[in-house]
């Protein structure tokens, strides 16, 4: 793995797994080619990584998205098999040399519970609690509205007990789409899986990263046809899937998975019909 871009230092943490619907995940893919990819249980639910990613140049230490969290009950754990230890994301700080209280910006690519469920937790006195209380915490208007007033369809996906209370401490900073949070650092929006879902996107002299979210969840996903079954709008998904591989495959971009158990980033080459994995770093190196 790349160790850095620029002057960002960069560390993946792995913060735990959990399980979804394999037909969910693959929306029209036949279950006879996504098992061969992705080995369902007995469950038909295939294995999520929740890998965030830390950056620090030595002055700002920032965290891209916060894992599942602990807030929930012994049956949401079971219903998503998800396997990780009490404090995960404290604890994959701490095991990298980090506190959380060194971290100075939370960046969130959107508000389902998979991916800002970290950043509140229940205190010893039974009040929810920011995580990061040193930290701005970034996300898109769009995606803030969203997560406030939710579609329908992904309503599930937005629990308001994971947001609400950092905003009420005035921790959120709403980002203008597809603008600079830091230098090298900026966001990427797309609106296919849910609305303004920014990724983000770590740019250098040499080299650039684009923490890819819900557009691409799993290498699976590389396929333009590989679109979720939860994506509010496939179609949107697949032209925006488009555009961005290509600009991957032209400019040479690492893509960083946060959900492929397995694969933690790649590079990419158009292929005829698809896009070919030229270079790869999986978590077994
Ligand atoms: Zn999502």
Avoid at 43 to 62: F, H, Q, T
Avoid at 146 to 174: C, M, Q, T, W
Wanted: glycine fraction near 6%; aromatic fraction near 10%.
């Amino acid at each position: 793995m790349l160790k850095k871009i620029g002057n960002w230092k960069i560390t993946p943490l792995e913060t735990g797994n959990f399980w979804l619907d394999g037909g969910a995940m693959m929306g029209s893919v036949p279950k006879v080619l996504w098992e061969k990819t992705n080995v369902p249980d007995d469950k038909n639910r295939i294995k999520l990584a929740l890998r965030c990613l830390l950056l620090d140049n030595g002055e700002s230490r920032v965290l891209i998205e916060s894992g599942i969290g602990n807030k929930f009950d012994s049956k949401f754990s079971k219903m998503f098999s998800i396997s990780q230890s009490k404090e995960p994301l404290c604890d994959a700080l701490s095991n990298s040399g980090y506190s959380h209280k060194d971290i100075t910006h939370i960046l969130l690519t959107h508000l389902h519970f998979d991916h800002a469920g970290g950043i509140v937790k229940i205190d010893s006195d039974g009040q929810a609690k920011p995580v990061f209380p040193n930290a701005k915490h970034y996300i898109s208007r769009e995606n803030w509205d969203a997560g406030i007033n939710p579609n329908p369809r992904d309503r599930a996906s937005y629990l308001k007990e994971n947001y609400v209370p950092v905003h009420d401490k005035g921790l959120f900073e709403f980002v203008l789409d597809n603008s600079e949070i830091l230098p090298g650092i900026s966001t990427y929006v797309v609106n296919g899986h849910t609305k303004g879902q920014q990724l983000i996107k770590i740019d250098s002299d040499d080299e650039t990263l684009v923490f890819c979210s819900d557009l691409i969840p799993l290498e699976s996903h590389l396929r333009l046809p590989w679109i979720m079954g939860y994506d509010l709008n496939a179609d949107l998904t697949l032209k925006e899937k488009t555009e961005f591989l290509n600009l991957a495959s032209s400019n040479n971009w690492w893509l960083f998975f946060y959900h492929d158990p397995e694969t933690i980033a790649v590079k990419i080459k158009e292929d005829g019909k698809y896009y070919k994995v030229i270079e790869k770093v999986s978590i077994h190196e």
